[in-house]
Structure formats: C-alpha cells, structure tokens
C-alpha cells in the first residue's frame, strides 16, 4: 500500500428517502476492508425526534460492531434546512466532515468490500505520478442535458480522469465496482 490506513475518509449521505433504502449501503460501508471511515449521513427532510431517535437506533445497530462514527444530520439536531437541493446538502455534509478524503455517495448505492481501499490507492497512484493533489471521481459525468450528475462506474484512469460506465444489472441499486486499471 502507498498510503496510510490511518487517513480518515469521511463518507457523505444525502438522503430524504426512508431507512429501507439506505440501509444497504451501510451495510456495505460495514463491511469495508479499510478501517478509518466516518459517516455523514444527511436527512434532507423535516423529522420529529421520535423519527430521529428510531433511525440512530437502526443506523447504530448496523455500525455498532466497527470502528465506523456516524454524524446523523437533520433539521430535528442541527441548523439543516430542509428541500435546498443536492448541493446544498453535499456542501453542508462536506462542512461537518473531517476526513482527509471526502466520498459522496448517492442513498441507493451499495460498495463492494474494498471500494474505499481500492480508491485511496488509486488516489495515492496519481498523487505519486502527478506529485500534487487532485480530484478523483468515479462517480461523475458529463451528460447531453447539460449537468453534471452522479453515476455509478467500474473504473477510472486518473491518468486521464476519464470514469468508464457501469450498468446495473439490477434496478434496486447500483452497485459501486471495483477500480482497476
């Protein structure tokens, strides 16, 4: 490995969908094979606080046997406004992180086992190639309705920052593929 499992990468959630949808994909954060994870997990909704003290129940019955800390952001414990659109809850997620590394994920997506390994050494790889940093998304494209939207995808070459697309073969979730080169 070229970097330290010690990096903290913070995850941020945004959600206003219910706890069914999204608990797959805690699962799979989990179940990851790098150590140093936080959560941000933003609810993009108005809850009351029976709302929130269920879903801190569900969200820690998951986490509770990792090392994995999880900041369950609302309008019910913090300054949230609610219905202000993805980026601004990407951006109010992105604040509260505290993470060398950010990755946003979208509520329905489920990683496989070594996602977040595999994308810290992808990232450390460019970094010792470009020697400064960089962005490195999988998870971004450029479409022809003009926006820039997130999508699943199987691998980057950081070296041309070029995602390559992933189709899920189930239309639950996209299921976030392992990089290789």
């Keep these: 490995m070229h970097y330290n499992q010690m990096n903290l990468i913070s995850i941020v959630i945004p959600t206003n969908k219910a706890f069914a949808i999204w608990k797959p994909l805690l699962s799979s954060i989990a179940a990851q094979s790098y150590e140093s994870i ?10 009351t606080g029976s709302e929130f003290d269920m879903i801190s129940r569900q ?7 990792t090392k994995i800390q999880v900041s ?30 950010i990755q946003y994920m979208d509520d329905d997506g489920i990683l496989e ?3 977040i390994e595999r994308m810290v050494s992808r990232y450390h790889d460019g970094l010792t190639v470009l020697g400064k940093s960089y962005i490195a998304s999988p998870t ?8 820039i939207q ?9 070296m041309m920052c070029r995602p390559e697309p992933h189709h899920a073969t189930d239309l639950k979730s996209r299921r976030w593929k392992r990089m290789t080169s």
């Design 59 to 65: 969200t820690h019955q998951i986490l509770d046997q």
């Design 140 to 147: 971004i494209m450029y479409r022809d309705t003009g926006m």
């Design 38 to 47: 936080e959560i941000v997990l933003i609810i993009d909704r108005v809850i």
């Design 113 to 115: 086992p070594d996602y």
């Design 150 to 158: 997130s999508q699943g995808f199987d691998r980057v070459w950081w």
């Design 72 to 101: 369950l952001i609302t309008t019910y414990n913090t300054t949230l406004i609610a219905g202000m659109g993805a980026s601004y809850v990407r951006n109010y997620g992105a604040e509260i992180a505290t993470g060398q590394y």
